[in-house]
């Protein structure tokens, strides 16, 4: 995470942390680490070691490059658990996705790095020397390295913006641990993504048997985004277990914040189409457009170089594209039914033991847009 800091963010505690990479401040920095080199020598990864044996949660952020909300948010968080290593069992990795997109503010240069982890793809790209196979080929390494250090069971966080306004959710491929453990965040959760997109980082994770989620936190420039991310990731903290729960108050707090923000919504949800578009369709989502905003079949709501796209089913519209770059010009998601979802719960505990733990801790529950203010994000 060297590199993504502002002054200030990483308090003082980063002695404890192993070292990796020297560059903690100013602007987004590339940095291309040597060939051959360890996930160790990339200032793009921070690993932070627990006093004893644990679970390990990696977090990745700016998988597209113009998504920079997670990775300000892990710098923000990896600043203060590594003040907490001692207390830690388990390991902490903090990895930024595409540095060299994230430098140019872009989603991606040559290709989606979100898209890219198939079998086919990668074997596409041996050899290749675009940018974002570079990046990839860093992140591969890196996940070779979790899998070879790891000292018990590897949780993974995947944080993304969407470029529409509206509710924050989750998505994970609908295996039960990785069920629950996308749940600990109480924001509605969009099964079946994997259904209709191809060669996501988290998919191509199932493989080694380690428990994923995606975080999608808000809109690409809105502040509210990175403090919910920040929420999130504490929230994964608690649930892998690093930190045992009196230790990590900020979950309880980031549980109440989200759920403030996201009351209202079904908690489980399925997703029953993708609008795929091409840069020669020229597609244009219709103006105001909000994700889990109703529509009905029929509902216009974009336009391309052919005229007027509906909605082809009723339910809900997620991530309508507002943005250049992007294959997936809308999605449509129901509720799933007989998910009701319970009460829901903070990484074991009821809300009530939440409320309790960040009111004892002389706190207040917040919304992220209150937590982040009503500057935009930097
Ligand atoms: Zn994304």
New binding site residues.
């Given amino acids: 995470m060297g590199g993504m800091g502002r002054p200030g963010t990483g308090g003082g505690a980063e002695a404890s942390e192993e070292a990796v990479g020297g560059e903690r401040r100013g602007q987004v920095k590339r940095a291309v680490p040597e060939a051959g080199g360890g996930a160790e020598a990339d200032a793009a990864v921070r690993w932070i070691e627990g006093a004893s044996d644990g679970p390990l949660l990696l977090c990745v952020g700016g998988?597209?490059g113009n998504?920079p909300a997670g990775v300000r948010a892990l710098e923000e968080v990896a600043g203060r658990l590594a003040g907490q290593s001692g207390k830690m069992a388990g390991d902490f990795v903090a990895a930024v996705g595409n540095i060299a997109a994230l430098e140019a503010g872009r989603r991606f240069l040559a290709y989606d790095l979100?898209r890219v982890w198939t079998r086919s793809r990668l074997a596409a790209r041996r050899g290749r020397s675009a940018p974002e196979d570079r990046e990839t080929a860093r992140l591969a390494r890196l996940l070779k390295q979790v899998q070879e250090r790891r000292r018990g069971p590897v949780y993974v966080l995947d944080i993304?913006?969407t470029s529409s306004g509206g509710g924050a959710f989750t998505t994970t491929a609908g295996l039960p641990a990785n069920r629950r453990f996308a749940q600990v965040i109480p924001v509605p959760l969009v099964l079946g993504l994997g259904k209709h997109v191809e060669g996501t980082l988290i998919t191509h994770l199932d493989q080694f048997g380690w428990t994923t989620a995606v975080f999608e936190c808000g809109q690409h420039e809105e502040a509210a985004a990175r403090a919910r991310a920040a929420a999130a990731v504490w929230l994964a903290v608690r649930a892998a277990g690093l930190l045992r729960e009196e230790d990590v108050p900020e979950a309880a707090r980031g549980f109440l914040t989200l759920q403030a923000d996201g009351r209202g919504l079904p908690p489980v949800m399925e997703m029953t189409h993708r609008h795929a578009v091409t840069e020669s369709d020229a597609y244009q989502s219709r103006p105001g457009l909000r994700n889990f905003q109703p529509v009905r079949a029929g509902d216009i709501v974009g336009n391309d170089r052919r005229g007027d796209v509906a909605a082809p089913v009723d339910g809900r519209l997620l991530m309508p594209l507002y943005q250049e770059q992007g294959e997936d010009g809308f999605f449509v998601v129901e509720v799933k039914e007989g998910e009701g979802g319970g009460a829901p719960r903070v990484a074991g505990a009821a809300v009530e033991t939440a409320r309790a733990m960040v009111e004892a801790a002389g706190g207040v529950v917040e919304t992220a847009e209150a937590v982040a203010g009503p500057r935009k994000t930097d």
């Fill in positions: 998988l597209h998504e979100n993304h913006t």
